[in-house]
């Protein structure tokens, strides 16, 4: 986990997709990141997976974080806002590097190429 933030409206589908690094999405809202990791950091989420209620029994959690958004219980929240204090800042620090940094992702079809 990198970011802590809140949404600020209802989830909207799009008409048009937008493109990000290499992948699709297909709904919007909008939102205000309140705290970020630097690039690369943040919270391990591997090792809370099991005492967190978001991924309550499921073997296959990694795959939840596949979609945009996930909902939290407030007691996950606050296990995640607890560990990510420790390594975030104000967002304006970090983000430019995000920027100058990120990079597409790679597809199946690209790297068989």
Excluded: N
């Excluded at 937008?18 to 999405?25: L, P, S, V």
């Excluded at 560990?83 to 992702?105: C, K, N, S």
């Amino acid at each position: 986990m990198i970011a802590l933030g809140h949404v600020l409206s209802e989830v909207a589908e799009l008409e048009v997709p937008i493109a990000i690094a290499g992948r699709e999405f297909t709904r919007d809202c909008s939102i205000a990141i309140d705290l970020l990791a630097p690039y690369l950091d943040g919270v391990e989420l591997a090792p809370l997976a099991e005492r967190l209620d978001a991924f309550a029994g499921s073997t296959a959690w990694g795959m939840r974080l596949r979609r945009p958004l996930l909902a939290l219980s407030a007691r996950d929240a606050k296990l995640l806002c607890r560990r990510l204090d420790g390594v975030a800042a104000d967002p304006a620090e970090a983000q430019p590097t995000y920027l100058a940094r990120i990079r597409p992702i790679a597809t199946l079809g690209r790297q068989r190429g």
